[in-house]
């Protein structure tokens, strides 16, 4: 008999993914434990195969109902919408917690770190040097973004490949230099409270950005496959928003850390 649906809501089929997911994430932090107290990472990388593997195929069937299948309802793009929202408010208190860290402890230093600060034994970074290039990098890779997303609104398909292109190559060029920041810096995560919160919030903020790399890369993947169109491309949407948070957030980060806080 065939099964006809009288609401535009998506009731998902069975799917194994939620399961090897969990096992992967378990194998993973197992893994961890080991290599911590072993030396030995045969598991943590049986942890990340398990979890990748099962990204790919969670996510190949997410773009299938979509794309092809037609389950991506009006009401149910409203409700991927509102998901994408509140999970960036999440990141939003995510850093907020960092910031706060950062600001207890600079506008009233403790005595065992000079009563000063950066610290009396720490050398900050010149926030006119690297940090104001990674500054331009991002604000630039923002433009880019915001341009292929127009050119996807009028079905531009050379210029949003064009500009996701750029956007991608920009989020790259900010990973490596943020690397190379890293390799060259003259205090650790271990020195002082200044250590802990800078490479804290400037670690999980360059993590954001690999994951953002990725979120266009696959969009970009997609949008060659001819998954999008002018009016049907919410996956696009979802890493534009997630990218313009990752801006956002470095120039909190420049502003107070870098510049601010040297």
């Not at 299938?64 to 793009?77: A, D, P, S, W, Y």
Request: charged share 10%; with cysteine; proline share 4%.
């Amino acid at each position: 008999m065939k099964n006809i649906n009288n609401h535009p809501f998506h009731l998902v089929d069975y799917s194994p993914w939620p399961l090897t997911g969990a096992i992967g994430v378990m194998t993973l932090v197992t893994g961890m434990i080991k290599w911590f107290h072993n030396f030995n990472i045969n598991l943590l990388i049986l942890g990340y195969m398990i979890i990748i593997l099962t990204m790919y195929q969670w996510w190949r069937d997410v773009c299938r109902e979509g794309t092809f299948q037609g389950k991506h309802t009006l009401m149910v793009t409203k409700g991927l919408r509102w998901g994408m929202i509140l999970f960036i408010v999440s990141e939003i208190f995510f850093f907020l917690s960092f910031f706060w860290a950062f600001f207890h402890s600079s506008l009233s230093p403790n005595i065992e770190i000079g009563s000063s600060w950066p610290p009396m034994s720490i050398i900050p970074f010149n926030p006119f040097q690297i940090p104001l290039l990674n500054t331009i990098i991002l604000i630039s890779s923002g433009i880019s973004v915001t341009w292929a997303h127009h050119a996807l609104m009028e079905f531009n398909k050379t210029q949003f490949t064009q500009a996701m292109f750029i956007t991608i190559m920009l989020g790259i060029y900010f990973t490596i230099l943020q690397a190379y920041e890293y390799l060259e810096a003259p205090f650790s995560i271990a020195d002082s409270i200044y250590g802990s919160t800078f490479f804290m919030a400037t670690g999980f903020h360059g993590l954001h950005v690999i994951i953002g790399t990725l979120f266009l890369l696959f969009c970009l993947i997609r949008h060659l496959n001819n998954h999008f169109s002018s009016n049907h491309h919410f996956g696009f949407e979802a890493a534009a928003w997630y990218w313009h948070f990752v801006d956002v957030v470095w120039l909190f980060l420049y502003i107070s850390i870098y510049w601010w806080g040297n």
